[in-house]
């Protein structure tokens, strides 16, 4: 398959328009999976899990949703069972495991249903459309009384939530900034185009060209304090990536949330790893058709783009807009403290047909499997709530025995 001309003419016309003839590398990444109607959240994303580019822990059964239910349950109890208890999902792709969340607390935990303010952050119109069909049945159907609703983030009044922020596999799709270092000096990465590029005549791999300079904003060496990481002796042509993106939208969580949690699971990992000065050429990564390359400049708006992401930024940066860690932990560990063992265990019992039970214990595995989804990270930071409050009875977040 061929880039999406339309959106590589779009971006090459962006480049243009720049007196420098050149933009960051987060904004090319923006308009590479946004750009309306265009971009791969807009077109190719509808088509995740097997039989597109790559799949994600909701995929595989409707397990994974269940045990975050039973930790939202709990969440709401050392809330003291507020009215309306709201959860806020982020990039909610295809609308699975909002499901997978509703219909479990609908069978299990009926008091809570009855109360829960369910909304949906998402950017892309079409995944929203295939949201909306996902889950007809709680808008339309006998479940019709549940407030669920969509909007955007800046749409949420400050401080005004009191529940639970929500995001899977949401931050490493955040547009990143790309640097580099040149005898000891931070250096940006940019994406302008090579002298001779014809927009008239655009063929998969266009003549997009890296271009190193001094950085666009002083925020990225500001990063690297809040890390608490020195990169100055770092070897020449060391070469990563900061996610600014992903400060700012912790900054704009906090001021939403009057009181409760965000819980944010992703791939990724602490400062001192993510910037290990052997891990030169940083995080980067495309998926097409489950292959994965790290050559973001073919296949324009036809292949998912992503970076690992920096829980230690995270952390710290929660720390300066008043949201206190409570839990960081690996998924395995995770869905194991809430229960899945237990699942995995009594499929010895089941009566289903044997080769469904072998295809359910295998996907069970999958969510566990320290070299795949188990091991993502899972951040959990509270505000409005004491130290002992927020860690209360979570059971996601107790290692088992």
């Not at 009191?162 to 899977?168: A, I, W």
Request: charged fraction near 20%; hydrophobic fraction near 40%.
């Amino acid at each position: 398959m061929q880039s999406n001309s339309n959106l590589t003419n779009i971006i090459i016309e962006r480049i243009k328009a720049n007196p420098k003839h050149r933009i960051t590398f987060a904004e090319y990444m923006d308009m590479a999976l946004y750009y309306p109607e265009s971009g791969y959240y807009s077109t190719q994303a509808l088509n995740l899990g097997k039989s597109g580019d790559f799949f994600t822990s909701v995929h595989l059964g409707a397990d994974f949703g269940e045990m975050l239910a039973v930790q939202f349950a709990q969440i709401w109890q050392i809330l003291g069972k507020p009215i309306p208890f709201t959860l806020v999902e982020m990039g909610a792709g295809q609308g699975y495991l909002a499901k997978d969340i509703l219909n479990y607390l609908h069978q299990q935990h009926e008091d809570l249903f009855t109360n829960l303010e369910y909304i949906i952050i998402e950017k892309s119109n079409n995944l929203k459309k295939l949201q909306q069909q996902t889950l007809d049945d709680f808008s339309q159907g006998i479940n019709q009384n549940i407030n669920l609703r969509w909007c955007n983030l800046e749409e949420i009044t400050n401080n005004s939530v009191v529940g639970c922020f929500l995001s899977n596999e949401l931050v490493d799709a955040f547009p990143i900034h790309q640097f580099t270092l040149t005898a000891g000096k931070l250096k940006e990465i940019y994406v302008g185009l090579a002298e001779k590029s014809d927009i008239s005549d655009v063929e998969d791999s266009p003549d997009f060209v890296e271009i190193i300079d001094e950085p666009s904003t002083l925020q990225l060496s500001e990063y690297f304090q809040l890390d608490e990481i020195d990169i100055s002796n770092y070897p020449d042509e060391y070469r990563s990536e900061v996610n600014l993106a992903a400060l700012d939208w912790l900054t704009l969580l906090s001021k939403k949330l009057q009181r409760g949690y965000i819980l944010t699971i992703d791939y990724g990992y602490s400062a001192s790893r993510y910037y290990n000065p052997r891990r030169n050429q940083g995080t980067l990564q495309c998926y097409y058709q489950h292959k994965r390359h790290d050559n973001p400049y073919v296949l324009v708006g036809q292949q998912d783009i992503t970076a690992h992401v920096d829980f230690t930024a995270l952390e710290r940066w929660g720390e300066s807009c008043g949201l206190h860690k409570v839990g960081f932990t690996q998924q395995a560990l995770f869905l194991m403290a809430l229960g899945l063992g237990e699942r995995i265990s009594s499929l010895s019992e089941s009566k289903l047909p044997l080769l469904d039970m072998l295809r359910r214990r295998d996907s069970l595995h999958q969510l566990l499997d320290p070299l795949g989804v188990g091991g993502f990270c899972v951040l959990l930071q509270s505000k409005g709530l004491s130290m002992v409050e927020a860690a209360a009875s979570l059971t996601g977040f107790v290692i088992p025995e």
